[in-house]
Nanobody
């Protein structure tokens, strides 16, 4: 099984940027699809972005054009570059992994292992 640890969260002003990292240990996830989800206070966890084992990406409409997901298989790490942040991006961000498939994985149940999350707070 893969253990995931997120880092890079924090407090940033609206319009600013943050880069989240998700480091895996236990085994390589180079052949897995990886994704980012987020959960704002009082709301359900929602899909943010996903990247396949060959690097195909897919984004939620709310972050398209502002966020970029990438992966470094040599480092067993996935990244989420977040630009032009808005107060509505405030949430706990979770990294997750699952078996690869042709279609983008946007549903929580499609992912088998999860990190503990990192808090992102965007002030207005």
């Amino acid at each position: 099984q893969v253990q995931l640890v997120e880092s890079g969260g924090g407090l940033v002003q609206a319009g600013g940027s943050l880069r989240l990292s998700c480091a895996g240990s236990g085994r390589t996830f180079r052949s897995d699809t990886m994704g980012w989800f987020r959960q704002a206070p009082g709301k359900e966890r929602e899909f943010v972005a996903t990247i396949s084992w060959v690097g195909t990406t897919y984004y939620a409409d709310s972050v398209k054009g502002r966020f970029t997901i990438s992966r470094d298989n040599a480092r067993n790490t996935v990244y989420l570059q977040m630009n032009s942040l808005k107060p509505t991006d405030t949430a706990v961000y979770y990294c997750a992994g699952g078996a690869t498939q042709p279609q983008p994985k946007t549903r929580q149940y499609e992912y088998y292992y999860w990190g503990q999350g990192t808090q992102v707070t965007v002030s207005s």
